[in-house]
C-alpha cells in the first residue's frame, strides 16, 4: 500500500461524495416517475417537455449511479489496501491525482493510453 497518501482523508472524501449522491437519488425520484398520459390535464407539450426531462433526470442518474460505483470499488480498494495502484499497471497512482478525483483507478499514462484506443 501507498504509505505515503492519508487514506483516511480519502475514505472521509469518497464516503462523503457517495452520501451526496445517494442524498440527490433520493430527492429526484419524483422527476424520474412515469409521466401521465392523461391529456385532459396535460397538454401535448406539456407532456412532451415533462418526458425530456424525465429523459434527462434519467441519464444523470445513470452517470451518478457509475460514479457511486466507482466510489463503492474505491472503498473497498481501501479496505483491501489495495487504494492508491493503478488497477492495470500497479504503479502508484499520483497523490494529485487522487485529490482531483478520490475514486480514479488509473494513474494518468494507463488513462491517456486507454484514450488513445
Known amino acids: 500500500m501507498n504509505e505515503e ?3 483516511e482523508y480519502f475514505k472521509k472524501r469518497l464516503e462523503d461524495r457517495r452520501k451526496v449522491i445517494l442524498d440527490g437519488q433520493e430527492a429526484k425520484k419524483k422527476e424520474t416517475a412515469p409521466v401521465e398520459l392523461d391529456q385532459a390535464r396535460v397538454g401535448r407539450l406539456s ?3 415533462a418526458m425530456q426531462q424525465q429523459a434527462m433526470s434519467q441519464a444523470a442518474d445513470r452517470l451518478l449511479d457509475v460514479e457511486r460505483q466507482r466510489i463503492q470499488t ?3 480498494r481501501i479496505e483491501s489496501e489495495e487504494y492508491g495502484y493503478c488497477i ?3 504503479e502508484e497512482i499520483a497523490e ?3 485529490q482531483f478525483d478520490p475514486s480514479l483507478l488509473t494513474c494518468i499514462s494507463c488513462a491517456q493510453k486507454a484514450e488513445e484506443k
Open 96 to 98: 494529485k491525482r487522487l
Open 88 to 90: 492495470l499497471c500497479d
Open 74 to 76: 474505491a472503498l473497498s
Open 5 to 7: 497518501i492519508d487514506l
Open 47 to 49: 407532456r412532451m417537455d
